[in-house]
């Protein structure tokens, strides 16, 4: 069977030390991808994540940055620019949740969370566009949320980041199309991840719509690792400024 990306061609994930970022970087790889794993505090996964991919025959580089200050994105992208000299998709990835009602949210959990989600997207992208624009190549998936697309209560402040991610997704396709770069947006429902087994309004919330999910079951990270491989590879190479949903068919 073929692998979806020309061997050399070359990743980066944020966030990718755990979680859906690692099955991203690990799909990518297994999918003939070398791989830029950014990572902020999880160095030892980061570091297992590099030998797991070098495991496969790919090159891999992890890089320790946080993606809401500009001065650590510009360091990770000498670094991918230094290792591999070539950027071929992007996965912004890292994200947080702050869960709790607005009516008692504070000025720190509402811009920490927009300032993680769509600052970050915000910073990795402007750096990742100007490695692509030069190449006229490239493809871009954002990890947004079905409470970016529905909205959902406890969760104001991570609806609004990841409705903000959809939109700036649609609005860099449109950019973008024109120096050959495609952009698009996942959107994961309930994944089984540290962050979804975290107490709070996001455990009370998965325990209320499990019974919601048709498909009967929580996804797993590779769920939406293959939904981003996709939409990365040139099997989607008429897909731009769109938004899948993969949630078990949670919502409309
Ligand atoms: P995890 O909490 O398991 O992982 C979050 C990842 O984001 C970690 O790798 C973490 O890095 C990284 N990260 C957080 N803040 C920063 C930062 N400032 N700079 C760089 N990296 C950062 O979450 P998931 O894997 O579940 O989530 C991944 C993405 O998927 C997120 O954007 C999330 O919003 C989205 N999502 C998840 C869903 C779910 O049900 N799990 C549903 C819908 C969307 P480190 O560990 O190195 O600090």
Redesign the pocket.
């Known amino acids: 069977m073929w692998n979806l990306f020309e061997e050399g061609s070359v990743a980066l994930v944020?966030?990718?030390?755990?979680?859906?970022?690692?099955a991203i970087a690990l799909e990518l790889a297994a999918q003939g991808a070398d791989v830029a794993v950014?990572?902020?505090?999880?160095?030892n996964?980061?570091e297992s994540l590099k030998e797991e991919i070098e495991a496969m025959g790919r090159r891999a580089l992890i890089v320790q940055?946080?993606?809401?200050e500009r001065d650590n994105v510009k360091k990770l992208f000498k670094a991918v620019k230094k290792e591999f000299g070539r950027l071929d998709m992007l996965v912004n990835?890292?994200?947080?949740?702050k869960d709790g009602y607005l009516i008692m949210m504070s000025e720190e959990s509402f811009w920490s969370v927009v300032e993680?989600?769509l600052g970050?997207a915000f910073r990795v992208t402007q750096e990742a566009l100007q490695m692509m624009c030069s190449a006229r190549r490239g493809a871009i998936v954002n990890?947004?949320?079905?409470?970016g697309v529905a909205g959902q209560e406890g969760q104001t402040n991570?609806s609004a980041s990841?409705g903000g991610i959809i939109a700036f997704s649609k609005a860099v396709a449109k950019e973008y199309a024109k120096y050959g770069i495609r952009c698009n947006a996942v959107?994961?429902?309930?994944?089984?991840?540290?962050?979804?087994s975290a107490k709070g309004a996001a455990e009370t919330l998965k325990d209320k719509y499990m019974d919601l999910i048709p498909l009967g079951r929580f996804?797993s990270?590779e769920d939406?690792a293959n939904a981003a491989a996709f939409l990365l590879s040139d099997r989607s190479g008429y897909i731009t400024g769109k938004v899948l949903t993969v949630d078990g068919g949670l919502i409309g």
């Open positions: 944020t966030g990718g030390a755990r979680g859906i970022g690692r950014n990572y902020r505090g999880s160095v996964k980061a940055a946080d993606v809401r990835n890292a994200g947080i949740i993680t989600n970050g990890i947004a949320s079905t409470s991570y990841k959107a994961p429902g309930f994944i089984e991840t540290d962050m979804t996804g990270p939406v």
